[in-house]
């Protein structure tokens, strides 16, 4: 929860400043290093982000398809190396990425129509032949963004197979009520990330690509908080208790 926190704040700073700037002055201008920062910055977390949603599904199966397990499964050397992972691979592959798209040749307008620096958005301007790039972008958004979707996907089945033959009413609710919002969240982000980067640029709208990278880089870090902290029985007694203090 503290690397996904950490990720949405920094994933929001990464765009919303600029955009917020873009919008409130006339001047609607990045420097070529800041648009390769941008770009570079947000795939980083956004690739981060997809593996760590795939990593907390399987925390919830083994939570609830092997309690007993569960120290041993999901230690905190485990989770550590998922975590060293997510970022290390996602590091490599954006930094690929990067260097890669932006030594393209942008021989035409050097206007990108989105609201930040977007590798996708950014396949128009060149002036050569990109679909073997395109190609690789769909090869790693394939890895980095469906595999761990349909991770998830397998593992709240198995999740909802086990919480189905529980006796127990309020144990069923109490583990449909964890998972379904961590599914919610989840499907949102990875069906509009897919929906960018599994696409060929000839198929892109540029309106309508705005309006998805919306929902993937402002709605749903914005609704992660809530999902994944204020709805956490220990956050909220932590909650309390700073209240209580500072009270």
């Not at 919610?184 to 982000?189: E, R």
């Not at 990875?190 to 998805?212: A, C, G, N, Q």
């Amino acid at each position: 929860l503290s690397q996904l926190s950490f990720i949405d704040m920094m994933y929001i700073s990464t765009t919303v400043p600029k955009m917020a700037t873009n919008f409130l002055s006339n001047s609607k201008t990045i420097t070529f290093l800041g648009c390769e920062i941008q770009a570079f910055v947000f795939l980083v977390l956004g690739g981060t982000e997809a593996l760590l949603l795939g990593f907390m599904s399987y925390d919830r199966y083994v939570a609830i398809c092997h309690p007993l397990r569960y120290p041993v499964l999901m230690s905190k050397k485990i989770c550590w190396f998922m975590i060293t992972c997510a970022w290390t691979s996602c590091s490599i592959n954006s930094l690929i990425h990067t260097l890669y798209a932006f030594q393209l040749p942008f021989c035409r307008s050097r206007l990108i129509n989105h609201f930040f620096c977007e590798i996708p958005s950014m396949l128009p301007l060149v002036c050569q032949d990109t679909s073997q790039y395109e190609h690789t972008i769909l090869l790693s958004g394939l890895i980095i963004l469906l595999l761990p979707f349909m991770a998830i996907l397998a593992s709240y089945a198995c999740v909802l197979t086990v919480v189905f033959q529980m006796s127990s009413g309020k144990g069923q609710t109490k583990a449909i009520s964890t998972c379904s919002s961590h599914l919610t969240v989840a499907s949102l982000f990875y069906v509009t990330t897919l929906s960018t980067y599994t696409r060929p640029h000839s198929l892109h709208s540029p309106e309508e690509d705005k309006i998805v990278a919306v929902f993937y880089t402002i709605i749903t870090p914005l609704l992660n908080p809530f999902i994944y902290s204020l709805r956490n029985k220990e956050v909220i007694r932590a909650l309390r208790r700073v209240c209580v203090q500072k009270i």
